[in-house]
């Protein structure tokens, strides 16, 4: 049975930093492309990174420059590190792995406040 764990979610000031992570089990997320979505209220949930298993990375457009998508293989886990918060990255944020249909976490809930 797969399941994917988010943690790390909470209140955060403008500016400052959070880091998430996303446990695995069930899945070997070394051979998937692993990747963060967000929901914010009355919004579609969005792509905000994803991981290869190459290692190569993808990010939305909002969050470059700010936000680092990681995986440590060894533990099974993804990581996003969140940096300069703006109040419009409050969401919940998801960690998906492929499958028919997608597998996702509960979510964790991000509140950036101005």
């Known amino acids: 049975q797969v399941r994917l764990v988010e943690s790390g979610g909470g209140l955060v000031q403008a500016g400052g930093s959070l880091s998430l992570s996303c446990a695995a089990s069930?899945?070997?997320?070394?051979?998937?492309?692993m990747g963060w979505y967000r929901q914010a209220p009355g919004k579609q949930r969005e792509l905000v990174a994803s991981?290869?298993?190459?290692?190569?990375?993808n990010y939305g457009e909002s969050v470059k420059g700010r936000f680092t998508i990681s995986r440590d293989n060894a533990k099974n886990t993804v990581y996003l590190q969140m940096s300069s918060l703006k109040p419009e990255d409050t969401a919940v944020y998801y960690c998906?792995?492929?499958?028919?249909?997608?597998?996702w976490g509960q979510g964790t809930q991000v509140t950036v406040s101005s």
């Open positions: 991981i290869r298993i190459d290692g190569v990375t």
């Open positions: 069930g899945i070997r997320i070394s051979y998937k492309t």
């Open positions: 998906s792995a492929p499958g028919s249909p997608p597998y």
